[in-house]
């Protein structure tokens, strides 16, 4: 006969983990998630996310909204907020996340960034900007660094090109060298958000880090309406002709496929571009090159982005919002999703030895540009100026791309005026 204690330990074994899995099934919440990444490494990258999530018992409930750069995204969500629906978490990022908080719509997270110590792995810029009046209402996931050129190996092979270009002289005499091999010298969608990516980088080199400073984060008027201002757009317009005739509208990670398969030869675009390459099986150093853009190898633009989280009411669904943002600082999170991404920890003190190349040299010049003044933020992927104001200065360069017969001098002056837009 057995004793009761030998079948007393399974049932109560059983017992406890039916306990365990009732009370896990009462706790596990759905948290909607609002994103724009829908691209080949995008979606690799987001699909980590929801796999880490699901490890803790949530349901992830996807909410993409295609299109690059977020501009479909966040019209999206503003009318879900609107109508009283907002998701738990959207990709929000920059100077966006204060105007949300603002309309009082956001969620305090401060007792998940305490319990794990936000304030003390976060760089102090990148914290203040996920932080409304002290509180944490957003968290970040990485660092993107945008004044990147990508460039073909083969198609440099084939035009005799043997480095990136430095100044923006090399970039035009590199542009002709591809061109005489028959190649599409600049894969470029034209889309306003890519043209003011692009734009960002002639800024950038043209006029350098003060002036930059002086246009796209704290804009004056003397820098806005300046002969520097004039060059910038004189050498933008010079660069039209290096792109094919069907870049209109194309999507970039269309751009990006144009250099991963040799069409063409480089592409302007920040390293979410490196998670297209990594996704067809490309490394860098081999098939294809990561350089800092003409004229701003010391400088770094960087693009943090980040979910905000909604004000919920039900419990259940708070839990799993609250597990969400725990699980996105989490050290192996940011390693794993990184990778795919492109992007860097936005963690500090992680190991990188996993990382590529292009990583490594983001990491080092995120570190050294942080001491010198040049790590700037990124005017074209929201993390400068208002929404309204970025939204203005898009409108203007990317009209000046499109539009050949309006003078570089008419628009320098609505460039100003966008800029100072409140
Ligand atoms: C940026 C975003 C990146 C990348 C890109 C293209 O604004 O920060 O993560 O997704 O758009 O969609």
Known sequence: MKRVSQWIRPLSLSLMLGGVLTATAAQAGEVEVLHWWTSGGEAKAVASLKATLEKKGDTWKDFAVAGGGGDSAMTVLKSRVLSGNAPAAAQIKGPSIQEWAQEGVL????????????????????????????????????VHRVNWLWMSTDAMKKAGVTKAPTTWDEFFATAEKFKKAGIIPLAHGGQDWQDFTTFEDVLLGVGGPDFYKKTMVKPEAASLNSPTMIKVLETYRKIKPYTDKNAPGRDWNLATQMVI????????????AKGEFLAANKAPGKDFLCAPAPGTTKDFTFNVDSFAFFKLKDAAKIKAQNDLAQAIMAPEFQETFNLLKGSIPVRLNMDLSKFDSCAKDSSRDFVATSKTGTLLPSVAHGMALSSAAAGAVKDVVSQYWNNDSLSAADAAKRIATAAMTQ
Do not use: C, H, R
């Not at 007792?111 to 209402?137: F, H, Q």
């Open 261 to 272: 398969k040799g069409e063409a030869g480089m592409q302007f675009m920040g390293d979410w």
């Open 107 to 142: 969620a305090d997270i401060t007792p998940v960034a305490t319990a794990e110590k936000w304030d003390s792995v976060l760089p102090k810029v990148v914290a203040d900007v996920m932080k409304y009046k002290g509180k944490y209402v957003a968290a970040p996931v990485n």
